[in-house]
Nanobody
């Protein structure tokens, strides 16, 4: 199973970016997809997750600004980030909890998001 993330970049404060992450390979189903991030000098933190039944968990720090969604037909998760702040600067990692012969977690390669003030 591979996760390919895209959509990061440099944006001014108040701007928007949309991250995408597509899962590929051989698997039966994807239970949860989501995003974590790691800012410089900080631990990785959960940003948002979405389960196969569309149950959503989103960090308080981004609630109201970020929206997570998924396209099950494309095995893709999206993170729409609006009203970006400099403190959102981080490497964003997509994540998926996938059923192959068993359930396993997989990580994408990370995409850099930089928000300038």
């Amino acid at each position: 199973v591979q996760l390919q993330a895209s959509g990061g970049g440099l944006v001014q404060a108040g701007g928007s970016l949309r991250l995408s992450c597509a899962a590929s390979g051989r698997f039966y189903s994807i239970d949860v997809m989501g995003w974590h991030r790691r800012a410089p000098g900080k631990q990785r933190e959960l940003v948002a997750t979405i389960a196969s039944g569309d149950s959503i968990n989103i960090a308080q720090s981004v609630k109201g600004r970020f929206t997570i969604s998924r396209d099950n037909a494309k095995n893709t998760v999206y993170l729409q980030m609006n009203s970006l702040k400099p403190e959102d600067t981080a490497v964003y990692y997509c994540y998926a909890w996938v059923r192959t012969n068993a359930y396993n977690g997989y990580w994408g390669q990370g995409t850099q998001v930089t928000v300038s003030s």
